[in-house]
């Protein structure tokens, strides 16, 4: 079943997904805020909203440590 995101959050998955395939580690807040060019509050509340929704989890402390729970086949392409 196709996990349910907007399609703001979907770009957001994708970003991640993509910069994870590509650096082969998750981005940091700082690299979202660059790409998506939003505040750093904005960021967060983005990322505790995906993690909340079961979209992606985090480990507490650790630095980029957003590990995606979307299949990438249910992901939008990145714009």
């Given at each position: 079943m196709a996990p349910s995101f907007t399609?703001?959050?979907?770009q957001y998955l994708a970003f991640i997904y993509n910069y994870t395939k590509i650096h082969r580690q998750a981005p940091a807040e700082s690299d979202?805020?660059?790409?998506?060019?939003v505040s750093p509050p904005a960021i967060h509340e983005m990322i505790?909203?995906?993690?909340?929704n079961g979209l992606i989890e985090r480990m507490p402390g650790r630095a980029r440590?957003?590990?995606l729970l979307v299949q990438p086949e249910y992901l939008p392409r990145l714009e």
């Open positions: 399609a703001k959050q979907g979202l805020q660059r790409y998506f060019q505790k909203t995906l993690e909340r440590s957003i590990r």
